[in-house]
Every structure is written in C-alpha cells, then in structure tokens.
C-alpha cells in the first residue's frame, strides 16, 4: 500500500472569477499566494515526495510550501475543457441548455467541446498511480483530484459527490498495487 496526498493549487485570478482554467496556464493570484503561504501541511506529508503538475499554478504552489524542486508529471495536468477553457460554467450552461445538461447527465463521459471527460483523465493519472511505489504528495487541480476522488468512492460522477471536498484541503488516498485508490481521509488539514 502506497500513501498518495493530493492537495489543489491556490487560486488564480480566473478562478477567483469563476472562470474555467483547464489547461490554460494562468499563475497564481496574490491572494492564491497568501492563502498557500498560510497553509501548514499535515504531519503526514513531512516525509512524502512531493510532485507537480507542469501548470505555473501548481509549480509556484509547490514552491511556496517548501518543494520548489518538485518533479513536474505531465499526467497530473488539468483536465482539458477545450473551447469552454476562459468561460464561466453557468455562462456555458445557459447557453446549451438542455444539450448541456444531458451532456453532464454523461457522467465519466461528460466531455466539454473539443476537451477530454473525466474517463480519460482517470486513465491518464491512473497509469501515474500505478507506478507510484512510495508516499508522494501530488499538488494537482480539481479535474484530477475529482477524478480519483470519485474512482475511490465508487461515484459515477452523477449528482452530487457522496462527500463534498474541501478544495483548501488534502485528500488521502491508498493506492493497490496497480495503483486502484482507497479514501484514506479526505479534507485532511
């Protein structure tokens, strides 16, 4: 059994907005700044590598607690919301109407226009967690976290989640060894 931490980027300018990040590379706000510099991690991730998506969001997060050599993995990089990434969520929703509704009635195979649903995000970081063969603290984003959020819990990503993350927070996982996570602890401070 292997320990994974996951723990979200501070907030950005866009997020702060409400606005969809995706892949889009948007840095770290000064108040995303101050609110990473105030968090103090868990006695739990002291020991625990620490890995990066390739994001500035996530980098200079890493960096601002402590790990500003953290190895970046591609595969922890956000979901790609494609033509929707700068739109709001409710913006998009209004717009396609009931074509947008029964596209996040998809679950797993929710897909945005010309991005990547949340299978294959699954899919792509699962081939990470498979690999992973001691405890590591990922600092990742919402898309990812959601993702293994919802393969440990045995939710089809359909209504609401069965425990609501706290974004501010670390989740805990363990992972089997072909990298099939379990809810250690979540919203973990």
């Known amino acids: ?23 889009s590379d948007v840095p770290l706000s ?17 020991e625990m590598r620490v890995i990066t998506s390739p ?16 190895a970046r993995e591609p595969r922890l990089i956000e979901t790609s919301w494609g033509e929707w990434e700068g739109r709001r969520l409710a913006e998009v929703r209004e717009e396609l109407g009931a074509a947008m ?17 949340p299978r294959e995000v699954l899919a792509r970081v699962r081939s990470w967690l498979a690999e992973l063969s001691v405890p590591t603290l990922a600092i990742t984003h919402r898309g990812v976290i959601r993702a293994i959020y919802a393969a440990a819990a045995g939710w089809d990503l359909r209504g609401k989640p069965p425990a609501k993350l706290d974004w501010g927070a670390l ?14 602890q979540l919203n973990l401070r």
């Open 101 to 117: 509704a029964q596209n996040e009635a998809r679950g797993w195979d929710f897909r945005p226009a010309g991005g990547e649903s």
């Open 1 to 23: 059994m292997v320990l994974l931490a996951t723990l979200r980027h501070g907030d950005t300018a866009w997020s702060a907005e409400g606005r969809i990040q995706g892949r």
């Open 30 to 46: 000064d108040a995303g700044r101050l609110a990473v510099q105030s968090v103090r991690l868990p006695k739990i991730c002291a």
């Open 55 to 70: 994001l500035a969001r996530c980098v200079e997060t890493a960096a601002l607690l402590g790990a500003p050599q953290a």
């Open 171 to 184: 989740q805990l996982f363990r992972l089997g060894a072909d990298g099939t996570p379990a809810i250690e």
